[in-house]
């Protein structure tokens, strides 16, 4: 496959992905889950692979949500296929056998914020702001945030911040366990690199263990994940999805309530 939205670099084993959509602040369009999904099914080579980090362009967003204007249009059973994509998409990244690190450099939104918790480990710059601001949307999120939220600040912290739409700062993510460091612009990569390299210098097939053996204490692919996708797929066709979409893209505050 051609890329056209994700860079790649490697150097001594550790493999740098980059979103590169710099005008959308790094939206995750279709395209791009294409080129995610080919990339950790066949396009890195996981034999030779140390460790991913993933990132996104420029100082201002990691990935600052999906692309809103492709959810104009879509009815309950494609509603239920995009969220199943993206959850089987962010699943193969969260069951990598090598290690993934979301170097988080900006906003994390919505799919943004779906995609840093599916990475093994998180460390943000100290620019960056994390939410599931999809109920502004007259949504819900579809990449499997309301799952792995839970996981990493519990239900109470989740529970407010999937109802109110609000985002936190590094400072609170640190502080609710959703990343691990804190770094200036200048250092997150490094620093990415720093952990990656330490994890790197252990066996292989252990390390490919214990991500097995996390993961699966919080194996709820028949139940919670599922859900959400039937959840997600009846609010993209309502009355609520609409108006919330074409209030964003109009640039304008939604009118859910009349």
Same mark, same amino acid.
Request: aromatic content about 6%; glycine content about 10%; proline content about 2%.
């Given at each position: 496959?051609?890329?056209?939205?994700?860079?790649?670099?490697?150097?001594?084993? $550790?493999?740098?992905?980059?979103?590169?959509?710099?005008?959308?602040? %790094?939206?995750?369009? @279709?395209?791009?889950?294409? *080129? =995610?999904?080919?990339?950790?099914?066949?396009?890195?080579?996981?034999?030779?692979?140390?460790?991913?980090?993933?990132?996104?362009?420029?100082?201002?967003?990691?990935?600052?949500?999906?692309?809103?204007?492709?959810?104009?249009?879509?009815?309950?059973?494609?509603?239920?296929?995009?969220?199943?994509?993206?959850?089987?998409?962010?699943?193969? $990244?969260?069951?990598?056998?090598?290690?993934?690190?979301?170097?988080? %450099?900006?906003?994390? @939104?919505?799919?943004?914020? *779906? =995609?840093?918790?599916?990475?093994?480990?998180?460390?943000?710059?100290?620019?960056?702001?994390?939410?599931?601001?999809?109920?502004?949307?007259?949504?819900?999120?579809?990449?499997?945030?309301?799952?792995?939220?839970?996981?990493?600040?519990?239900k109470g912290r989740s529970m407010e911040l999937l109802l109110t739409g609000d985002m936190i700062d590094a400072e609170k993510a640190l502080e609710y366990g959703l990343i691990t460091h804190i770094t200036t612009q200048e250092t997150l990569l490094s620093t990415a690199k720093k952990i990656i390299g330490k994890i790197a210098a252990k066996g292989p097939s252990s390390v490919a263990g214990i991500i097995d053996?996390?993961?699966?204490?919080?194996?709820?692919?028949?139940?919670?994940?599922?859900?959400?996708?039937?959840?997600?797929?009846?609010?993209?066709?309502?009355?609520?999805?609409?108006?919330?979409?074409?209030?964003?893209?109009?640039?304008?505050?939604?009118?859910?309530?009349?």
């Amino acid at each position: 496959m051609e890329l056209e939205h994700i860079l790649v670099e490697e150097q001594e084993g $550790i493999v740098l992905l980059t979103i590169n959509r710099p005008k959308s602040l %790094n939206a995750l369009n @279709l395209r791009v889950m294409e *080129e =995610l999904s080919y990339l950790f099914t066949e396009g890195i080579d996981m034999s030779t692979t140390k460790g991913i980090i993933i990132t996104g362009s420029g100082e201002k967003s990691f990935v600052a949500g999906a692309d809103i204007a492709e959810f104009q249009g879509l009815d309950k059973d494609q509603g239920f296929k995009f969220a199943q994509n993206g959850q089987s998409i962010f699943a193969k $990244i969260e069951n990598c056998k090598v290690p993934v690190l979301a170097a988080v %450099n900006g906003f994390a @939104l919505g799919g943004g914020n *779906e =995609l840093a918790m599916s990475c093994h480990i998180r460390i943000a710059s100290d620019n960056a702001r994390f939410g599931q601001p999809e109920i502004n949307l007259g949504l819900i999120p579809g990449y499997g945030g309301t799952q792995r939220l839970i996981q990493y600040l519990g239900k109470g912290r989740s529970m407010e911040l999937l109802l109110t739409g609000d985002m936190i700062d590094a400072e609170k993510a640190l502080e609710y366990g959703l990343i691990t460091h804190i770094t200036t612009q200048e250092t997150l990569l490094s620093t990415a690199k720093k952990i990656i390299g330490k994890i790197a210098a252990k066996g292989p097939s252990s390390v490919a263990g214990i991500i097995d053996m996390v993961n699966s204490y919080f194996d709820k692919s028949s139940n919670g994940f599922v859900k959400e996708c039937v959840t997600f797929s009846k609010a993209i066709e309502s009355d609520e999805s609409t108006e919330g979409v074409k209030a964003f893209l109009e640039k304008r505050k939604p009118e859910f309530r009349k």
